[in-house]
């Protein structure tokens, strides 16, 4: 019985039913407002993210990011949603907590809800773009606009 499982399991298209998974390399800034000192201009993040598909629309993201102008490593929570997608391009809502180390990992938290596109590069590779709006809660009190554009590798059947 064991011998048959396994040659049914080597057998099976498994690449077709996994869910995607998708890594996403992006680069933000932005604009914001702070209660202490009033309009700022953001500074830049860099962020890696790494997506596990939950059906055909949403998927769970997990990232790091980090601020390039100073010390600040953040890790990351969200879920994407898909409403709709083509062959070539795809739009997407994105919910987001993050845990952000000001003086301490999780001295900030940081809300991102957000909306954007992807664009089909190639069999494996995306592009996108979106805007964000982020509030930062713990030590300081912020609410900025981002806009962050990168690039995904995603599976094939990420576009089915």
């Given amino acids: 019985m064991g011998r048959f499982a396994l040659v049914l399991l080597l057998l099976a298209p498994a690449a077709a ?3 995607p998974f998708s890594l996403e390399l992006g680069f933000g800034t932005g604009i914001g407002w702070a ?9 830049d993040v860099l962020t890696l993210r790494i997506g596990r598909a939950l ?6 993201d997990f990232g790091i990011s980090e601020d390039t ?3 600040e490593p953040a890790f990351r929570l969200g879920a994407r949603w898909r409403p709709f997608r083509t062959e070539h391009w795809s739009a997407f809502l994105r919910g987001e907590l993050a845990f952000v180390g000001g003086s301490h990992l999780g001295s900030n938290y940081d809300l991102l809800v957000g909306v954007g596109h992807f664009w089909r590069l190639s069999r494996w590779l995306a592009a996108f773009v979106e805007t964000d709006v982020v509030s930062r809660t713990g030590e300081v009190g912020t609410l900025s606009n981002r806009f962050e554009a ?7 059947t990420f576009w089915r």
């Fill in 55 to 60: 059906g055909r629309r949403a998927s769970i």
């Fill in 150 to 156: 990168g690039l995904t590798l995603t599976a094939p």
């Fill in 17 to 19: 039913a996994a869910a």
């Fill in 69 to 71: 102008e100073r010390i």
């Fill in 35 to 43: 209660r202490r000192s009033g309009m700022y201009r953001d500074d």
